[in-house]
């Protein structure tokens, strides 16, 4: 197994030969703009991954995928004639996902912000659903006295016109 140190710099070295190779062009009229974004190299240095993107329609994404299918070898060969190893590493392309999880990643906090706002905008015109300070509060024992005097005198007065209203009702069913 190779040094980790050299696989990340075998990867680096076949990013750049890639890319510039794309740069300078292939014969495919399908290949759209691409972008090289990572590669990442097996620790015995045999086989390499290279991650792209390709700018524009699903159409282009998949016209652009059979395009560098079709030119692996082309790229094998360009890649072994720049590196100082004795064995070429086999290519594969990979198709990022960086994009659609950024659009998608986009929309997420997007979708966040808009419930944010509505939920201020539900707060601030919000009401209690009862008092407006539901805790209790010590009591003013002198005001509850004068409070309770008040009602007593009420209960009492009550009762007695209760009672006159019971007696009136019994003598006249005698």
């Known amino acids: 197994m190779a040094d980790p ?38 620790g015995d240095l045999q086989h390499a991954s290279v991650f792209y993107t390709v700018y524009g329609s ?10 560098l299918k079709a030119a692996t070898g082309m790229m ?12 070429t590493p086999s290519i594969e392309f990979i198709a990022d996902g960086i994009p659609e999880n950024a659009a998608l990643i986009d929309d997420l906090l997007r979708e966040a912000h808009e419930r944010d706002t509505a939920t201020e905008r539900d707060a601030s015109t919000a009401q209690y659903a009862g008092d407006a300070d539901p805790y209790a509060k010590p009591r003013d024992y002198e005001s509850d006295d004068a409070e309770s005097e008040d009602a007593d005198e009420d209960v009492a007065e009550a009762d007695t016109a209760d ?11 005698k």
Do not use: C, H, Q, Y
């Not at 699903?58 to 395009?67: F, G, K, L, M």
């Open 5 to 42: 140190e050299r696989a990340r710099k075998m990867a680096d070295r076949i990013k750049v030969i890639i890319a510039k190779r794309l740069e300078r062009g292939l014969r495919d009229p399908r290949l759209g703009f691409v972008t090289i974004t990572d590669v990442k190299v097996t």
């Open 76 to 87: 094998r060969s360009e890649v072994g004639k720049n590196i100082t190893a004795r064995l």
């Open 163 to 173: 009672r006159d209203a019971a007696s009136a009702d019994e003598s006249v069913t």
């Open 58 to 67: 699903i159409e282009e994404r998949t016209d652009s995928a059979a395009a």
